[in-house]
């Protein structure tokens, strides 16, 4: 079945931009059928959707977070990433990537979530 | 964006209870809602589509309901397995947004 990875820098410094790719496996993102999306989770807080990319290229990005995110996808290397630009403490998150149905906004599965702490 | 409002925050329940919890949407969403379940440092597993439907080898003690604007999730004869916080998540719009959870613990 199809997993995902995350992978990137577990400490990124303020100002900086934090930057996160995901691996898919067991399927291919080029097939198309699915939104390829990044979410994240403050500690011990809710979900917060950031946005999510099609194999096509084409993104849909949460307002709040519009201005400074950029999530793109590699096909040849079956990835998509996430940049997060002059990020501050509150950006402080676990980093899930997950996968929703293009006809659907449901993710499943999930990465297993990586920690991404902003500090000087 | 649409709000998802659920309560109760903390539910305490005893095993072999049935506990019901509910999600409010800020709007309309028709029956575009899901449910997640979420043990602490894992990530959330799908339970629940279109509001109503069971992911496949999820128990049929979890139930989902309701469309438009209320939503509840009901398990009944909780199991050990269960204590987890609850999420649920509109993707009626394409800026999806979820709750806030609900957490249930044991009493």
């Known amino acids: 079945q199809v997993q995902l990875q995350e992978s990137g820098p577990g400490l990124v410094k303020p100002s900086q931009t934090l930057s996160l790719t995901c691996t898919v496996s067991?399927?291919?993102?080029?097939?198309?059928?699915?939104?390829w999306s990044w979410i994240r989770q403050h500690p011990g807080k809710g979900l917060e959707w950031i946005g999510y990319?099609?194999?096509?290229?084409?993104?849909y990005y949460n307002p709040s977070l519009k201005s400074r995110v950029t999530i793109s996808v590699d096909t040849s290397k079956n990835q998509f990433s996430l940049k997060l630009s002059s990020v501050t403490a509150p950006d402080t998150a676990v980093y899930y990537c997950?996968?929703?149905?293009?006809?659907?906004?449901?993710?499943?599965?999930w990465g297993q979530g990586t920690l991404v702490t902003v500090s000087s | 964006d649409i709000q998802m409002t659920q309560s109760p925050s903390t539910l305490s329940a005893s095993v072999g209870d049935t506990v019901t919890m509910t999600c409010r949407a800020s709007?309309?969403?028709?029956?575009?809602l899901a449910w997640y379940q979420q043990k602490p440092g894992r990530a959330p597993k799908f339970l629940i589509s279109?509001?109503?439907t069971l992911e496949s080898g999820v128990p049929s003690r979890f139930s989902g309901s309701g469309s438009g604007t209320e939503f509840t999730l009901t398990i009944t004869s909780l199991q050990p397995d269960d204590f987890a916080t609850y999420y649920c998540?509109?993707?009626?719009?394409?800026?999806?947004?979820f709750g806030q959870g609900t957490k249930v613990d044991i009493k």
């Open positions: 997950a996968r929703a149905l293009d006809v659907e906004g449901w993710f499943d599965p």
């Open positions: 067991g399927g291919s993102i080029s097939s198309g059928g699915y939104y």
């Open positions: 990319i099609y194999y096509s290229g084409s993104t």
């Open positions: 709007q309309n969403i028709r029956s575009w």
């Open positions: 279109r509001a109503s």
């Open positions: 998540q509109q993707y009626d719009s394409y800026s999806w947004t």
